[in-house]
């Protein structure tokens, strides 16, 4: 049984985003989404330039890590198949080292509530995993574990992990939260930015709940 071409050709075009987008350079950062009627998992392929992607060359992979089809998969697939394992509401996975973000991930500093958006992260903040070597189940098993129940987290001295129920909604969630780092740490730039209350947030997450059904990326606000 082979993977959806569809899923193949996201992988390829959202990988081009990545670098069109700014979120990462050359081959950093990766991708899966998991076809959970197929049982198997399409992931970026290791040290491949986004540019040149195609989809015959995306790795195919069981949610054990197998190696089935493709490339080598990106050398992150732990924390790929960790994720799937431990969230069944979770369909794909974008990983960034986008820079905004991973200015806060080498402080070690959680992004508070400085501007609505935070809401798509499934929280009020984005925390900070502890830090572990690329690659290992040690980053896999406590990015997970930190992971809890929202929809991104910063990966100390690493990047951002963006979890979703599918590609569009997931990699929306890496872009928005980009943004929200890179205004935060403007704002910090040049004064103390005031936070939203836990009030105010509890009022944005509501709106989120409403828009989310009516769009297809749920978070074009
Ligand atoms: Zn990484």
Same mark, same amino acid.
């Given at each position: 049984m082979t993977m959806r071409e569809s899923y193949l050709l996201l992988l390829c075009d959202y990988g081009r985003r990545l670098i069109t987008d700014r +979120? !990462? $350079? =050359? !081959? =950093?950062g990766n991708l899966s989404i998991y076809d959970r009627g197929r049982n198997l998992i399409a992931i970026t392929p290791s040290g491949k330039a986004y540019e040149q +992607? $195609?989809?015959?060359e995306i790795s195919i992979i069981s949610p054990k890590g197998k190696h089935i089809d493709g490339?080598?998969? /990106? /050398?992150?697939w732990p924390l790929h198949t960790a994720v799937y394992l431990e969230r069944p509401d979770i369909n794909a996975i974008v990983h960034t080292h986008s820079r905004f973000a991973t200015t806060f991930a080498i402080l070690r500093q959680p992004i508070p509530?400085?501007?609505? +958006?935070?809401a798509v992260s499934g929280s009020s903040q984005v925390r900070v995993a502890p830090y572990a070597t690329f690659g290992s189940d040690e980053l896999a098993q406590q990015t997970v574990a930190s992971l809890e129940k929202d929809n991104c987290i910063l990966m100390a001295n690493h990047g951002l992990l963006a979890v979703g129920t599918d590609i569009h909604k997931t990699y929306n969630i890496a872009l928005y939260i980009e943004e929200v780092a890179e205004l935060y740490y403007y704002a910090r730039a040049i004064g103390t930015p005031a936070l939203l209350t836990g009030k105010e947030m509890d009022a944005a997450h509501e709106r989120f709940k409403t828009y989310g059904s009516k769009s297809s990326s749920g978070i074009d606000l």
């Open positions: +979120l !990462t $350079t =050359g !081959t =950093g +992607l $195609t989809p015959d490339q080598s998969p /990106s /050398s992150e509530a400085c501007h609505y +958006l935070i």
